[in-house]
């Protein structure tokens, strides 16, 4: 008799393993930095559902292996949403053998002043591991002496290449990703933001919001404008003993 042989049945689920080291973040900005660039994605790939952003998620790669835990990730080619046993919806930790064998594609760190690593041992973690991006941000320049405030590298032959530029395409994702100055959570400085392929950064929701009120009231001006401009004619018509009413039905 022959018996039918899963693998996957004897691995862990991600019910059984551990969702977090409790290892808190060294700063507000690990935290900040990953979910502005989340957010965006929510919104200009809002009909997208092949797409997971994790933010201080584990990444468990080999059963054997403790998780690695980026600030951020990306990964393509899966579902958006992962429904769990009991119906239970979202991801307690990112399982590679529960999605496929899908790698990420991108990993961020954010540099803090506590350092660890970002520019040597992590980047070959990173590399190991398959991430065909891999982006650093030192955002406070904690760690000048070790590398770029802004460092983005792309996986060729197994090792990183970095890549020239600010901000850098990356056609494999259909994005690029650079640093601009902004406004999130009323809160002014330099941030890591998504660009189209013609180097134009794409808004935040706040953004877009005071964007959409700018264009009502410059709108709402020149209707004013218009109307001003066209009671001034009203007025010199009757002056010239013309019934406007009359010419301008």
């Not at 190991?128 to 792309?154: A, C, M, T």
């Not at 109307?227 to 004619?233: H, W």
């Amino acid at each position: 008799m022959m018996l039918n042989y899963d693998p996957l049945q004897y691995l862990p689920t991600s019910e059984e393993l551990p969702s977090s080291d409790e290892t808190p973040v060294d700063n507000e900005l690990q935290d900040t930095i990953p979910h502005l660039l989340k957010s965006i994605l929510a919104i200009i790939w809002s009909e997208r559902r092949d797409w997971f952003f994790g933010i201080d998620m584990g990444y468990y790669y080999n059963p054997k292996q403790s998780a690695i835990v980026p600030d951020g990730f990306l990964s393509l080619g899966v579902q958006r949403w992962k429904t769990r046993p009991k119906g239970r919806q979202g991801r307690l930790s990112y399982v590679l053998w529960e999605e496929n064998g899908v790698v990420p594609i991108l990993a961020i760190e954010i540099v803090s002043q506590t350092y660890n690593g970002e520019y040597d041992q992590k980047k070959l973690d990173y590399a190991d591991l398959g991430f065909l991006y891999y982006i650093i941000y030192d955002s406070d320049n904690y760690q000048p002496h070790k590398g770029d405030s802004f460092e983005v590298d792309r996986l060729v032959d197994g090792v990183y290449v970095r890549q020239p530029g600010n901000p850098v395409w990356m056609p494999e994702i259909g994005l690029g990703i650079g640093t601009a100055e902004g406004t999130y959570l009323d809160w002014t400085r330099e941030w890591l933001y998504w660009y189209d392929q013609n180097a134009r950064r794409y808004p935040s929701e706040n953004e877009r919001t005071q964007q959409a009120e700018q264009r009502a009231t410059q709108a709402q001006q020149a209707a004013n404008q218009a109307q001003q401009e066209l009671e001034a004619l009203k007025s010199r018509l009757k002056q010239m003993g013309i019934n406007p009413d009359q010419l301008l039905d």
